[in-house]
DNA sequence: ACATTTTTCGACCATTGGTCAACTTTTGTT
DNA sequence: AACAAAAGTTGACCAATGGTCGAAAAATGT
């Protein structure tokens, strides 16, 4: 294990880098100069320019994946509360991460889709036995009747990331939040909740700024 | 408009070099080579390498958005029965262009990233205002109970998308199973109707190969 | 027959991701 | 302290890429 200094630098570097731009158009050079380093020094450290920006993502993403663990053994508090909470991590440092949007006149509908798709897979692998947990303790205390607790807690989470992240399949506010009212009723139905009962769910998923 | 046979030529070129390979790796000069043409030639169709990229989907794309534009019009038919219908014609013009699995001995979880995201946007955007008045009709014929319709759309199609296309976030076979039945069952309780009811909507979802 | 527009082309260019041999610094050993 | 081995750093360098361009060749019009 190398030195953590210079390593963190350069992830660094392309995370300020990554403001607005897609990967492509970042080239190593310039993420060796922004992080005051020499261009070899990078290949010292990451295999590829790839690997530099996987290594970013799975950086970003440590946080929120501890909370959900953290939490899943936390049986004390309600199932949903629960799932609320882990929403709220995994959208709080996503969007420090994801929310640049594309420069604003340019016409670009384009990419930073591998960033976005990368973390989309992480959250989605990484939580989901988390929440299949929490949702499991749910169906056993009789506060969730569902018979799939691994396939609900996958059908969440997907709509949630690929919702919340608005660039995976970008759509205007109002569509983002009936998809997730929407959401939120098929919840509350299909786990035999009473209506309105799972609204306090829509907190954790305010619509970036 | 220019001449279309070269200008579909260069797509079919396209398409046949993405068998498990992704973007990258294949260079503009490969595509005009396989094209049987100059390189130039490609500038002169098409301003960007990209660009060939997104025609090319688009061209994939064409059948199954008319086959949900048509169905939606069909009232003679079972909401469900036509939602099965829609969701068969994506998957099999998807599998066709999509289903290269990356070349099996190489360690390579990465991607032909681009390519599914868009196809995937494209699917989700497109077809989901068909969805959307096919489940309207649901509700008013008293077939479907729930109130956010297009929400109920653009939630079913995220999630078959992502699961169908095994390849934005991969999961094991048995996963899939078990995502689509809960999906199903989430669905059949989340609109009030019998269980099991809407079983034969697995048959249009076959996981691939 | 000729002029004009459309299409085709590959040599060419700037830039890129990645390598490498040389150099400096750190660490370990006596 | 003296030395050697290992770890870390570097920018010149390389092959390959996406994209440009002027010129040639087809196609079209008159």
């Known amino acids: 294990?190398?030195?953590?200094e210079k390593y963190d630098l350069i992830l660094d570097a392309l995370e300020k880098l990554l403001t607005g731009r897609n990967l492509q158009t970042i080239s190593v050079s310039e993420?060796?100069?922004t992080a005051g380093i020499?261009?070899?020094?990078?290949?010292?450290?990451?295999?590829?320019?790839?690997?530099?920006?996987?290594?970013?993502?799975?950086?970003?993403y440590e946080k929120p994946l501890e909370t959900a663990k953290k939490l899943a053994g936390q049986t004390h508090i309600s199932p949903f509360t629960r799932m609320a909470m882990i929403f709220q991590a995994c959208r709080s440092s996503s969007s420090a991460f994801l929310d640049r949007q594309p420069s604003p006149l340019q016409a670009n509908p384009q990419e930073s889709s591998l960033l976005h798709q990368k973390y989309m897979n992480h959250l989605?692998?990484?939580v989901k036995p988390a929440l299949t947990e929490i949702i499991?303790?749910?169906i056993s205390a009789g506060q969730i009747h569902f018979d799939y607790p691994a396939a609900l807690a996958e059908i969440?989470?997907?709509?949630?990331?690929?919702?919340?992240?608005?660039?995976?399949?970008?759509?205007p506010v109002e569509d983002i939040e009936?998809?997730?009212?929407?959401?939120?009723?098929?919840?509350?139905?299909g786990t035999g909740n009473p209506v309105g009962s799972l609204n306090f769910l829509t907190t954790c998923m305010q619509t970036p700024s």
Do not use: C, W
């Open 1 to 4: 294990m190398a030195n953590h």
């Open 31 to 33: 993420i060796a100069q």
């Open 38 to 60: 020499g261009k070899g020094s990078i290949y010292y450290y990451f295999p590829s320019k790839e690997a530099i920006f996987e290594a970013l993502v799975e950086r970003n």
């Open 124 to 126: 989605i692998t990484e």
């Open 136 to 138: 499991r303790q749910g």
């Open 156 to 171: 969440v989470l997907i709509v949630l990331t690929v919702k919340l992240d608005n660039s995976l399949v970008p759509s």
């Open 178 to 189: 009936e998809t997730l009212l929407g959401l939120i009723s098929l919840l509350e139905k």
